[in-house]
């Protein structure tokens, strides 16, 4: 998505880039960023959540006019949970599922090469 | 109170990731983009006389039957009237937290109605009469030189002034 927003800004269409994923939108460097702390899956606020969405977008809008240089990202006040627990489950790795993970490895492998051939 | 933290609060995904394929045996850790410089172009008229359009990394369906696999293979950048946006739009295939949460709410990841309502209260000029669609690409290349100018090229078809892109 990073990369199309930074195609439009080299052909003169001002882009906002909504998002969770912090890390990988500002290594890759797009000129406007609304970053939400929250799950990957709701960028733009929290399921059902009207108020929230249409702040979202609505700082999203702002962001597109206000900016003055890339690399600009603006974090917005909304918390997902008081407390961190969400941010351990996604992609988890531990000794408990480290054998069902390589076993899932294999089985992907395994299908890819079927498709190839 | 003061909170201290010895380390960032925001997850590090590239960190993540790289962590989660290697348990799966990949030996060769996915090579995410990095840029220096960044493009930057500016609003050159009130947001109240602009033309905004979305852009989603979601998929409009899956046809009944079709495999994930086969699904990627014929997926092409798209784009949809933005009124008649599917009731539920496919997520399935994209890397999402689906512990933590879901994405039955079309407007947690695509707010197309919460666009029409800016527009109508006159905060923009208008929304695009289509959104547009670019799946999430394993090949930059491939995002870079055939996605990225396609949806450009929709977005002028629709005389778009600036765009949204909500990344799931």
């Known amino acids: ?117 | 109170m003061l909170k201290r933290r010895s380390h960032r609060s925001f997850n590090c995904y590239i960190d993540l990731s790289r962590e989660y394929y290697a348990a799966h045996g990949y030996t060769k850790p996915y090579a995410w983009v990095y840029n220096h410089e960044v493009p930057f172009s500016r609003l050159e008229k009130p947001l109240s006389q602009c033309r905004i359009a979305l852009v989603t990394t979601a998929d409009i369906e899956k046809l009944p039957g079709e495999t994930l696999q086969e699904r990627h293979r014929h997926r092409k950048v798209y784009a949809h009237p933005s009124d008649k946006a599917p009731e539920h739009f496919y997520t399935q295939d994209l890397e999402w937290d689906k512990v933590s949460t879901h994405t039955d709410d079309n407007e947690s990841f695509m707010p197309l109605n919460r666009l029409a309502r800016s527009a109508a209260k006159g905060k923009i000029g208008s929304a695009s009469p289509r959104f547009y669609g670019v799946m999430t690409d394993y090949s930059q290349g491939r995002a870079m030189k055939k996605s990225a100018p396609k949806i450009l090229e929709l977005c002028r078809e629709d005389g778009v002034d600036a765009v949204i892109l909500p990344a799931l």
Do not use: Y
């Open chain 1, 1 to 117: 998505m990073s990369l199309v927003a930074r195609h439009l800004e080299e052909n003169n269409i001002p882009s906002v880039v909504v998002g969770s994923a912090r890390d990988v939108v500002e290594e890759c460097g797009v000129a406007r960023f609304l970053f939400t702390d929250f799950p990957l899956g709701n960028p733009c606020g929290r399921p059902w959540d009207k108020e929230m969405q249409q702040a979202i977008l609505e700082m999203a809008l702002n962001l597109l006019q206000g900016a003055w240089q890339g690399r600009t990202t603006v974090q917005t006040p909304f918390r997902w949970a008081e407390d961190d627990e969400w941010r351990s489950v996604f992609m988890k790795v531990s000794e408990e599922n480290s054998e069902k993970l390589k076993k899932q490895g294999e089985a992907r492998r395994a299908q890819q090469e079927k498709v190839k051939n």
